[in-house]
């Protein structure tokens, strides 16, 4: 009943109280105060990834055994990915970055769909080991915090520009960006590089908004899951003991399947984004070259 | 002189963001460090072997084919070959038999011809000795007859022959058997 009264006068009051930053675990003003529940998942992904990635490749063998086949499966896959959108000599080079990426996105997404992420953690007392709501949970996945994000893409941005650099040069950098095609001469081709002068401007501004972009696009989905779960596990809380038990099991069940879809697909498009933006600094100008020959 | 304000806002808008979102420094740069700890141990430690490991395998594969190829084509030359040298074989056989089968017929017709001509000397040998042996009983027929003869003449004649008459007796004796 008080579902629907919430319903009918308005939205904001169902939505869980899911911050919208990382709680820090230790005084702000302290040493540690950069330690925040998110730093701590991330610390937790790290030993999982690394954990699994030297079982995986702990004496390998030609037969490959069960961990071993995973990840190479999974290496390989990604692999393709990467050297079908930026080609196999830049593959080589930029899959390092593009594998961990993905691998470290999608575990720091599936991780906050595990039971008490989020969940656990510090709130109004309402008996003993128990709380009414995690004001300041334990665990927070390092993909709902803004400044994890804004790192990944950060350091995407750095190697998207060592990469580019390194292929096609500072100059050649400024030649792909504001230098005009077509080969045009005279009048006509003062005013295409006039028009190739602005497109380079936006082009500049559209590479600096890339980190932006991409750190937001990956937190603002992955914070707006977490709110989504916390959100549908809370509805049915002034129902009584059984019906609040029954719906927090029933309603966000769906939306796990949902998030776990969400999760892989932020992790991919994250990487395939970053494969794309180098695919194109990296490639050559084809068409100028051809006009220089001729 | 240009107004302040629009910045003001702008600052206070970007503090209201980093606050509402919890952004400090400290905080980036551990999610910067621990990502670049993952990313620079997976590289080495696990990429690099993987994908060394990828392409081992994929060069063996491709060996692999190589040499199956390789066998099959092998195996393709061996047939032939073993089917000219069966071909070869065949036809060498088939001329020595048909050398035997030559030789064979030259010595039997040889053999044959070495038997008629055996049985021809035997024949001429047999005549030879039946011939011979006629004549010697014919002599002695006539010698025998002779003296029958002279014997009964001289017992008819009571008189006794000399050696001119006997001889002579005999002689007409032996040409009156001999005709």
Redesign the interface.
Known sequence: MSIFTLQSHSFSPVLANVHSYASELFAKSSVLGFFTNSVLVALVVLSLVLWFARKATKSMTLVPHKAQNFFEFIVEFLYGQVEGIVGPKQARLAFPLLGTLFIYILVSNWFGLLPGVGTIGWGESTGILSIKAAHDPLLRPPTADLNATIGLAVSAFLVWLFLTIKEIGVWGFIVHTFGPKGGLKGVMGMVVAAVFLFVGVIEVVSIIIRPVTLSIRLFGNIFAGENVLHTMSDLMAGTGPVGSFLGSIALPLPFYFMELLVGLLQAIVFTLLCAVYIQLSTTHDDHGHEEEHH | MISATPIIIAAGKVDAIVD?????W???????I??????T???K???G???A??E??RQ?IADGEAKLEKIAKDAAEAAKNSQAIIDKAEAAAARLVKEADDAAKAIQERRQQEAVSSANTIIAKAREAADLEKEQLMSQLKREFGRMVSDATSRVTGKVLNTDDQTRINQETAAQVSA
Request: proline share 3%; charged share 15%; glycine share 6%.
């Open positions: 509402k979102f919890g952004l400090a400290g905080k980036f740069i551990a999610q910067v621990i990502f670049w700890i993952v990313f141990i997976l590289k430690y696990a990429f072997p993987i994908l490991m990828l081992q395998r063996r």
